[in-house]
């Protein structure tokens, strides 16, 4: 059961990013998506359309600041958006969080399966493993070349003499 913390009538979850490995020289800024998996399940302000979003810039942390003013259970999913770096293992696991809210208080579990029947965590935390190249190195194109052409012409060759063959085998027929 990750701890709520009580800010008025809202729950506080702590969420961390990690990142390990060849980190880039400049932080990859990553992005929180929590969405409202219930009807009517109060999100973040600056929500919009049933999703919330916040950044974290390398390792770093944020605090999800969930209203709980109306009563009932409220479900969200929070995932990490994947990264742009080829040299960047990103964790894409999916937090399920069921907050339930009574006239005698809020609590919060946060699950890792959708049907919220299996282990409970009490840490939010995304971990990033960069590997290779050097840190800091943008995503690079390699340039086309001519080596794999003769590969494309030799498959148009086949599926064109295969369909010769159909077509003559049909022609026999009638």
């Not at 961390?16 to 998996?37: H, I, K, Q």
């Not at 009932?72 to 069921?98: F, M, N, P």
Request: hydrophobic share 35%; net charge negative.
């Amino acid at each position: 059961v990750v701890p709520a913390m009580a800010a008025g009538a809202a729950v506080e979850l702590p969420v961390r990013v990690t990142v390990s490995g060849d980190a880039p020289d400049v932080p990859e800024v990553f992005t929180l998506t929590l969405r409202a998996a219930s009807d009517g399940a109060p999100l973040p302000e600056g929500s919009r359309n049933g999703v919330y979003t916040c950044a974290v810039s390398g390792g770093g942390s944020a605090v999800l600041t969930i209203p709980c003013t109306r009563e009932g259970r409220h479900v969200y999913t929070l995932r990490q958006e994947a990264g742009q770096r080829h040299s960047g293992q990103y964790d894409d696991r999916v937090y399920y969080i069921a907050i339930t809210v009574t006239p005698e208080g809020r609590t919060a579990a946060v699950y890792g399966d959708a049907d919220m029947q299996g282990g409970k965590y009490d840490v939010l935390e995304f971990r990033n493993r960069y590997h290779g190249g050097r840190p800091g190195d943008a995503p690079t194109v390699s340039p086309k070349t001519g080596d794999g052409g003769m590969a494309v012409y030799a498959a148009l060759a086949l599926v064109s003499a295969a369909g010769m063959a159909v077509t003559a085998g049909q022609k026999r027929d009638f």
